[in-house]
């Protein structure tokens, strides 16, 4: 394994300072254990620092030429991939996660390689920014930092930078609308692209049904759309899916968490006291949470499961695997503490820690026969009662603990999208809030949880950084889902096995 390298001078130490952090928070994304989260990490980042210093030597001795490259942080974060595929082909590829290893040996990993007019157009876009302005908009969009911050990294007044970004956001719109056109497209495609550059021009411009249904369906006029829409708060999400690739998402989601714990959010008194900075205090946390839910709703739950969750994973299982570690990149650690896991210690390469037994119990598929659904039970506001018990009789219906709201926040002609709110009465170090369908919905992708479904059952399981819920406090998730002829609301509501009451 290859050593670390030295700064060069005092822009490099800068660089590794912050390059690291996002190295070894994708690495451990892409791994079995956080040993070999440092191993992938540290072959990485060597890899990537000597690929920024070649292109930087070419940069200088061709005389302000410049080839289109991406900035630091996500050209080592592709480093980290071209890593991991290096390890699948050398016979390693026990050691990285095994939806990893599906996406890396399917067709949509090449993308990223193959020639330019078929790679994402969110990558195609931000190389063929200036390279200081493609910093400015990563940093700010999926790094989550603050402005001033920012502003002090790249050398900008702090004072106009926030202009300087919107120009940055409508350059970028500009160079991603042009990588599309210039995209390999059938008749249907074609025909759409200026439809496609209309409307998503407008913060209040409704999306024809047909155009709907096309982006339902097709890949790469999906990803153009989130790229193209800059209102509604979707870039930071289209910038990591189409850069990044597999786990983009996952990591967007870490890296705001990680903003959050550096800005005090999520610490008890972290509301009344301010940190002085009008940029810092405006919670950008907040700000992308609400961008992932509008990427969401834009895009079909089809073309956006494709398009920015690991590819060629099944459903449940890739969510379910893809985010199930405590990120060994966190720079101020959980607002909680947690008790230790078997993954937070050395262990041998390939061998991935146990989960908790409950959970496992929650998680392992049926008999193959599904509960009798509940007789006279119509919508998620009815608690079911168990047949052979009188449903008048209150000893036949346990005392409830906790309350669950699941808000259909929005519909389309195949999918959905829900937010999923759990007041619960006792405090709680781990959780896995589960339900039923009767209309044979199935969940496709699921954020702040991970998503396991067996049949018509659906269990979600806090992710490594909302594991702690206060007593009478509230957990929150939200998914999308597909759904046909119709959308029925759930039922059998438990949170860890404990029935729970449907607001």
Known sequence: MPDLPTPQDAAETALFSEGWDAVLSYADLCTSGSLTAHQLATEAFALGMREIRAAAGTHVRGAGRRAARLPTIPALLTAVRDTAAAWEADGQGHRLDPDLRLWLNSGNASRFAGPPPQRPVALRGLRDMQEGDASLLWLAEVEALPLPTVARRLGLDPAGVADELDQVRTVFRDRCHRAHLDSPMDVQCRSYARLLDAVTRSPVADIPDDLSQHLATCVRCAEAAACLRLHGGGLPAALAGGVIGWGGLAYLERRRRAAEVRLGAGRPGAHDAGTGDPEEDSGRGRVLRRGLLAAAVLLSALALGVSLMPFGASGGDAAAAQDDRRPVADPAGPAVPTAP??????????????????????????????????????????????????????????????????????????????AVTVTTDEALEGWQVAWRYRDGQHVSQMWDATVRQDGSRVTATAADYDRSVAAHGTLSFGFNGTWRDSNGAPYGFTLNGAPCAAD
Do not use: I
């Open 341 to 418: 896991r078997a993954a937070d210690t050395p262990s041998p390469a390939g061998t991935r820690a146990a989960r908790p037994s409950s959970t496992r119990a929650e998680a392992a598929p049926g008999t193959g026969k599904p509960d009798p659904e509940p007789q006279g039970t119509s919508s998620a506001t009815h608690r079911p009662t168990r047949h052979g018990a009188p449903a008048t009789t209150p000893a036949a219906t346990p005392a409830t603990t906790c309350r669950v709201t699941y808000d259909l926040v929005s519909q389309w002609s195949d999918g959905f999208q829900v």
